[in-house]
């Protein structure tokens, strides 16, 4: 079933025009490489504010508030590209683990900042003003980062198999 | 000449061990993208400040005591790793087009930025409490060169993987 949907996936007009083309897949892969950069930049700024190594006279809130419209936004066109690379050539990329282990990690990362705001950001006036940030907000920080360098390595991994 | 180098440089026995050790060339390319990503965040945020579309509220001069440290760390890691890639695969990346556009492109976007900040720091060291309402024609020119340069920088590193 899902692999009949990733072979309709592969015959679809632009998946095609992306394997067939020589320029395509360089160019979406570069607008790739370029959100992805922005998304684990502006949120490394958080969690590194969370981990209480940056940014300390900033209140979270705020850096969270300023920040996430641009690593949303960011994360769309990471989704948009990544999904017209994927279609190019669906069935031999969801085969491979690096794959499977990014998508993994991707709903990990998900997952971590659903959390984050489910519970510890409720809080935050209490404490996003004050240095020293609470154990939870660390953990999720720290949990954070690890992720996503796990995300970024993965993704250079698939080149690879 | 290049093509010796080239040769020379494939034989030692670094390069024989990073492109015998399967691992290293990929890790170090992670390496070398998480490091640009913290250097294209950290430049958008001011360039984008310098053009006067976000981050308003901050001054100029903060946001440079902030960013800059970022950059010149992660321009040592992108140093490192990048000087580790070229000399497991010496034959990939220089004499590449790309390669030597974006050593290009590298060096116009240090110079742009050196720049940049020896005027700011005369115009804070001048008494101003930021950078000098005089210079915000500067400040938009400088903000949309090194936003340009830096997508450019990475963009061209993509390519390498596809140019000759």
């Known amino acids: 079933m899902f692999d009949r949907f990733l072979q309709w996936l592969e015959s679809t007009p632009p998946a095609i025009a992306i394997s067939e083309s020589s320029w395509l897949f360089p160019g979406i892969e570069s607008v790739h490489v370029l ?127 | 000449m290049l093509d010796d180098f080239i040769h020379w440089l494939g034989a030692t026995p670094l390069s024989q061990l990073i492109q015998k050790v399967f691992w290293i060339i990929p890790t170090v390319q992670a390496v070398h993208i998480l490091a640009i990503s913290v250097v294209l965040s950290s430049m958008a945020m001011f360039d984008l400040r310098l053009l006067g579309l976000a981050g308003k509220r901050s001054s100029i001069a903060s946001l440079s005591r902030r960013f800059m440290p970022w950059l010149w760390g992660a321009l040592i890691v992108l140093a490192a790793s990048g000087s580790i890639l070229i000399v497991g695969e010496p034959k990939r990346a220089l004499g590449n087009l790309s390669f030597l556009l974006k050593m290009c492109m590298l060096a116009a976007a240090i110079i742009v930025t050196l720049g940049f900040q020896a005027v700011l720091k005369r115009d804070l060291e001048g008494g101003s409490a930021d950078l000098a309402p005089a210079h915000g024609i500067l400040a938009k020119i400088t903000g949309l060169l090194s936003l340009t340069l830096w997508v450019g920088i990475a963009v061209a590193g993509r390519l390498i993987a596809y140019t000759g």
Request: hydrophobic share 55%; net charge positive.
């Open chain 1, 35 to 161: 959100a992805i950069a922005l998304v684990v930049g502006s949120i490394t700024m958080v969690d590194l504010r969370l981990l209480d190594i940056n940014l300390r006279e900033r209140p979270v809130g705020e850096l969270i508030a300023e920040v996430l419209p641009w690593t949303w936004t960011s994360f769309a066109v990471a989704v948009f590209s990544g999904a017209l690379l994927f279609s190019s050539n669906a069935t031999k990329y969801w085969g491979t683990v690096p794959f499977r282990a990014k998508m993994l990690l991707l709903t990990l990362a998900g997952l971590n900042m659903l959390a984050y705001h489910a519970t510890i950001h409720r809080s935050v006036d209490l404490w996003g003003r004050r240095a020293p940030t609470p154990r939870a907000a660390k953990i999720s920080g720290g949990v954070s980062l690890g992720l996503w360098i796990g995300v970024v390595t993965l993704g250079r991994w698939i080149g690879f198999v």
